[in-house]
């Protein structure tokens, strides 16, 4: 076997093995889920960070579980009604995308390299001052969040632009044209 073939196998091998440890160390223990809470004390919040674009600003809104919402745009805060019926809907869209399954952060970009001693290192690169999205859900007892960037999930950037979609129209505040 050529040096060629060895170092490419050795790669594709360690590939493996590191994306098998990633994907353990990112699992999430639902085990302390709770299966049965109060509606009113459910919480999902979505937070679009602006990152260093200029002109750009966060954008929040908070569904709470009371029926009460708060969408916060370009500085202002707006509170509307979000139905009980609406809610669940939500939660379960949550659901049926795994939420709860999903990694904390999908905004970490993840390489290997080989270094001339013949080791494999891992660099992690995070580009703290581009956009991203963090989607919460709590109860008191339980948190789960999920942070994306502009490559997360499909599920999550759809169900993302229809909850501000849908916020802005109850709220209702003309979307900003981009």
Avoid: W
């Amino acid at each position: 076997m050529c040096f060629k073939q060895f170092i490419t196998l050795l790669l594709a091998g360690t590939f493996f093995v590191g994306t098998g440890c990633m994907a353990k160390a990112r699992s999430n223990n639902t085990d302390s889920f709770p299966l049965t809470y109060g509606l009113d004390t459910v919480t999902v919040t979505l937070t679009k960070h602006a990152g260093a674009k200029k002109g750009s600003s966060s954008q929040h809104i908070q569904f709470l579980g009371t029926g009460l919402s708060i969408l916060e745009k370009e500085g202002k805060k707006v509170t509307f009604n979000y139905s009980h019926t609406k809610l669940i809907k939500l939660l379960n869209n949550l659901y049926s995308i795994h939420f709860f399954n999903l990694p904390t952060r999908y905004n970490i970009k993840y390489s290997v390299y080989l270094k001339e001693d013949g080791t494999v290192n891992t660099n992690a690169l995070r580009m703290v001052d581009a956009s991203s999205t963090t989607i919460c859900f709590n109860i008191p007892s339980f948190e789960k969040c999920v942070t994306y960037s502009s490559d997360g999930p499909t599920e999550l950037q759809e169900l993302t632009k229809y909850l501000f979609s849908e916020a802005e129209q109850l709220a209702n505040i003309t979307p900003t044209k981009k």
